[in-house]
């Protein structure tokens, strides 16, 4: 074989792969929004606004973390956004935050209008010891409080901890923009005083979790 | 004496700490026992029944359905879905495929099957012939073809649709299958943006789920997906789940397909 | 009618091993459906083995056995060809036989 | 001997005396039960479903091997298997202690099979089963071991 056809072939498949090549990365990008439109349909309480994404849902829907600038503005409005506990009181029951973790549902399409959601914590987190049925994308918050030196939630040393543990499940955005982890406070998925007891799960020196 | 049995009983003690088994290894041998007699095997035969039974409004069979690989050829079919078919001009998962052979050749209504819920009606016998296709293609390497424009944007379109993120609880599909070793609860969860490895994953469905008693196909499962990321209903054999199916199946390229597997 | 069930029947040593898959609901009766009303329990209560003919088994369960039940035994002495029936009977009434040949 | 094993023949022996208290002889000759057998169905405890099948006293035996898992995924569907090297088994049972009803099954056994049967249980919660065999001299002996049953997947 002679150069000349060689050449001329590996013209013709470039031609070929060139006329055939995928569209541009933000024509793709239209594309997909066309097709979740298209693909999903409401569905109980599962209306169709859940596909409007907000400017962090959009920024952190790729392989690659958003810019930095986008990062911190997600993150400025997150914080921004979070409820402090009515009265300054952090704290709940234990007990029913340990009940509130383990509870997975709420939210879904075969979930009532109207019914309180869990806080689905152990799909994710250990927490408790004696559960062993623990997720692990979370890290671990087995003796969250104990590690963090919280022997009294009430003291002024704890404040911080305190605080940003409210903050975090209030909205998790607030302290990293792509964070895994559901806005209970800010989606409503959690009221204020189930969030209270998620606390006391955490912080409470008479909660399993510091034990 | 009585301090060489106190010795003894410690000696027995701390081998029983080490005899017992970690959380991990007991999941693996309940999995390990169940393995041994799947009751897939019972969907698999249904399916292989329905594939040569004439039925519907035309009473034919679908021993004449091109999976990809021509008319009636049902073994090495599964590992090469989705794909681009010329006839319907589209990239087509299995079910999809086979609602298209069930209206075509048998003429059922394809947007009734669609509507059905899943393990109802038509929707079981759907279980039972995606057991039976995709047991055709046991032990064989999950091979999708990417040749043609529309497979490969599919992929691309499928990647962006498994990072999206939404719903009350910011999820996407990446939320949980973005990072290997990770787990809910007990259930391992495979990471889908690379191979995760054979009969994992994507080249473990249709699976028979012993916590409902029953076989759910790619489709049921991505439903559920979907249903725990709290997001809106996806259609059946929608354009998303397909996208979707197309980046897991190109991705688990080379993996052995164990389907019709056994799942929690 | 019934759904077929799955038997297999395999040479180990100089018997062999049998393993059946049976397609039943085996509802428990303690379950509820979405409108808060009792499932009646429907479950198969007997189960019989037959080797080459002679009644090697009988099982009784209970709701407690698992949806699509599966069973194994072992039969002592056979060897490839032998033939091995196993029929069900459920609290309805209903009742399914299926057979297969030692492989 | 270790603590598991000690808890588990206390336990054996607490099963032991019920069966006592409740004026059962060990030795009775079971009853050749055909069909099914509503009571031993209905019966709560290994004690009342051995009563039901007019057996005596149980004993637990190292020669009964019980194969069950330390941890199932799935409460739905968890396997069991009994065997024995015993000859001359009759009747081998599986129970779950903490089921609403405890006995799940019971096979029956001709000379022709091995006594070593397996099938697939439901359990509502983490709890001791028990592998039962009836054995050719009217011996009642068993096997135990706790599974645990896990919460899995989302919960929702």
């Known amino acids: ?211 | ?264 | 009618m019934a759904d077929p069930m799955r038997v297999r029947a395999q040479v180990k040593g100089t018997g062999a091993e049998v393993r059946v898959l049976m397609a039943h609901e085996m509802e428990t009766g303690q379950r509820r459906d979405a409108a808060g009303k009792l499932i009646p329990a429907w479950h198969i209560t007997e189960v019989t083995a037959q080797h080459n003919g002679k009644p090697v088994l009988t099982a009784h369960w209970g709701p407690a056995v698992s949806k699509n039940p599966f069973m194994f035994f072992a039969l002592k002495s056979a060897k490839a060809g032998d033939k091995v029936v196993v029929s069900w009977k459920d609290n309805r009434g209903d009742s399914r036989t299926d057979e297969a040949v030692v492989a | 001997m270790n603590l598991q094993r000690r808890v588990a023949l206390q336990h054996g022996a607490s099963v032991a005396g019920l069966m006592l208290s409740l004026g059962l002889l060990p030795g009775v000759a079971h009853a050749q039960a055909a069909g099914f057998n509503r009571a031993a169905f209905d019966a709560k405890t290994l004690a009342e479903v051995l009563k039901a099948l007019g057996a005596g006293a149980p004993t637990e035996s190292k020669d009964i091997t019980l194969q069950a898992p330390d941890i199932a995924e799935n409460g739905a569907v968890v396997p069991l298997g009994a065997s024995t090297s015993l000859a001359g088994v009759k009747r081998m049972l599986f129970l779950v202690e903490k089921n609403p009803s405890a006995l799940a099954a019971a096979f029956d056994l001709n000379e022709g099979i091995d006594a070593n049967v397996s099938t697939r249980v439901k359990m509502g919660q983490t709890s001791n089963v028990y592998a039962v065999a009836f054995t050719a001299d009217n011996r009642v002996l068993f096997a135990q071991k706790e599974v645990k049953v896990t919460l899995g997947g989302c919960g929702g």
Not at chain 2, 155 to 175: H, I, M, Q, W
């Open chain 2, 1 to 264: 004496m009585r301090r060489l049995i106190v010795g003894a009983m410690a000696l027995a003690c701390v081998q029983l700490v080490h005899a017992q088994p970690t959380t991990a290894e007991g999941i693996a041998r309940y999995r390990e026992m169940l393995a041994d007699g799947n009751p897939a095997d019972l969907f698999e035969a249904k399916g292989e029944g329905l594939w040569k039974q004439k039925r519907g409004p035309k009473v034919a069979s679908l021993e004449q359905c091109d999976l990809g690989k021509g008319r009636g050829v049902v073994k090495g079919a599964f590992v090469e879905l989705p794909r681009w078919f010329a006839d319907t001009q589209r990239v087509q998962d299995l079910e999809s495929r086979l609602l298209t052979c069930m209206e075509t050749l048998q003429g059922l209504d394809p947007t009734v099957i669609a509507a059905t819920p899943f393990g109802r009606g038509e929707q079981a016998n759907m279980e039972a012939l995606a057991a039976y296709v995709s047991a055709a293609s046991r032990g064989q390497k999950m091979s999708l073809p990417q040749g043609h424009t529309k497979e490969r944007e599919m992929f691309e379109l499928g990647k962006r649709v498994f990072f999206f993120r939404g719903g009350p609880y910011d999820f996407s599909c990446a939320s949980c299958h973005g990072e290997a070793g990770k787990r809910i609860r007990l259930q391992d969860l495979p990471e889908l943006t690379k191979n995760p490895g054979d009969g994992i994953g994507f080249a473990a469905w249709p699976a028979y789920r012993v916590s409902s008693g029953e076989m759910w196909s790619m489709q049921r499962r991505l439903n559920d997906c979907y249903r725990q990321q709290r997001f809106p209903f996806p259609g059946f054999a929608s354009d998303a789940t397909i996208a979707l199916g197309v980046y897991m199946g190109v991705n688990a390229k080379g993996a052995e397909s164990i389907a019709p597997a056994i799942k929690r």
């Open chain 1, 1 to 211: 074989m002679t150069h000349t056809p060689r050449i001329a072939l590996a013209a013709a498949a470039l031609l070929v792969s060139g006329c055939a090549s995928t569209p541009a990365p933000a024509e793709l990008d239209r594309l997909t929004l066309e097709m979740m439109k298209a693909s999903f349909r409401e569905q109980g309480i599962a209306k169709l606004d859940r596909l409007q994404q907000d400017l962090g849902q959009a920024a952190c829907s790729s392989d690659k973390p958003p810019a930095e600038a986008v990062a911190k503005e997600i993150e400025a409005t997150a914080l921004a956004s979070i409820k402090w506990p009515e009265g300054g009181r952090y704290l709940g029951d234990w007990r029913a935050g340990e009940t509130l973790a383990q509870n997975g549902r709420g939210m879904t399409w075969t979930d009532a209008p109207g019914a309180p959601s869990g806080g689905n914590c152990y799909n994710c987190h250990q927490i408790s010891k004696s559960e062993i049925s623990y997720g692990t994308i979370g890290p671990s918050l087995y003796n969250y409080g104990k590690l963090r030196g919280v022997k009294d939630v009430a003291a002024p040393e704890s404040a911080a901890i305190v605080q940003y543990t409210w903050g975090k499940i209030y909205n998790s955005k607030a302290y990293n923009a792509c964070s895994g982890m559901p806005r209970f406070g800010h989606a409503g998925v959690l009221t204020q005083t189930q969030m209270r007891d998620l606390m006391a799960l955490l912080l409470d020196p008479a909660s399993p979790v510091n034990q």
